[in-house]
């Protein structure tokens, strides 16, 4: 598994750098004792690597069997998983896969199905914890719906939090979705709802640790 930076975090990185570049240096120029400046470079360095470790990129390679496997859109802990009305475009009963996750996970969103996206539409809202489960309705979203190959439909759902409030979508009608390439990208701490059919077999629990592009968490019905 290769890892890199995501170029969602290039120009934050870069700029963070000259930041404390400038910081450090007027620090070791003007300060004294010499322990301050010390503590000012420590912290930089400290804070600097949490936010590369926050934009890497891992590419990652699905071994499994790939027909009508639904795979988890990103790293984190399933927070809820249950039997809801999705009001706003399937507009009927599904299963609800809610996977939270914190500023240490990777936040790179992957397909959860091979499939062809349908619709890609974007939500204004809020910005409350995106633990809640409300969440979900009422925070600031964007919404994927993909048509997997056995032809069940499956949305997903990017949902900003009190921390994260930039959603970016590389998804588009029309495009070709695949489980080992990326959907999109959540920017600080955020939450991910995957909507599967009422008879999607799943294969996780609440509490459980999952990795995006990797880790199974349901199979949808066999066709006929």
Same mark, same amino acid.
Do not use: C
């Given at each position: ?5 995501? *170029? ?7 700029? %963070? ?30 804070? $600097? %690597? ?8 891992? *590419? ?20 809820? %998983? ?34 062809? @996206?349908?619709?890609? =539409?974007? #939500? ?6 995106? $633990? ?8 600031? *979203? ?23 409030? =930039? !959603? ?13 390439? #990326?959907?999109?990208? !959540?920017?600080?701490?955020? *939450?991910?709802?995957? $909507? %599967? ?5 799943? $294969? ?9 592009? @990797? ?10």
């Amino acid at each position: 598994m290769k890892v890199k930076i995501h *170029r969602e975090g290039t120009n934050i990185l870069i700029i %963070l750098m000259l930041i404390l570049i400038v910081i450090n240096l007027s620090a070791w120029m003007f300060i004294r004792p010499a322990a301050i400046p010390t503590v000012f470079s420590s912290i930089s360095g400290v804070l $600097y %690597l949490l936010v590369v470790n926050f934009f890497r990129s891992p *590419r990652r390679t699905f071994h499994g069997d790939r027909k009508d496997v639904v795979v988890s859109s990103v790293d984190g802990t399933v927070v809820a %998983l249950e039997e809801v009305f999705e009001p706003e475009v399937l507009r009927r009963k599904v299963k609800m896969l809610s996977v939270f996750m914190t500023v240490f996970n990777v936040h790179a969103n992957w397909f959860p199905i091979d499939g062809e @996206v349908l619709m890609v =539409r974007h #939500h204004r809202g809020r910005f409350l914890s995106a $633990y809640l489960p409300k969440a979900s309705i009422e925070n600031e *979203r964007s919404t994927v719906l993909i048509r997997a190959t056995n032809g069940q439909e499956i949305l997903v759902r990017q949902i900003a939090g009190a921390v994260a409030r =930039r !959603i970016v979508t590389y998804a588009e009608p029309g495009d070709q979705a695949n489980i080992e390439e #990326h959907m999109g990208f !959540i920017k600080f701490g955020s *939450r991910v709802d995957i $909507y %599967l059919p009422l008879d999607a077999e799943i $294969y996780v629990k609440i509490g459980d640790k999952i990795t995006g592009g @990797v880790t199974e968490v349901a199979r949808l019905r066999k066709e006929d």
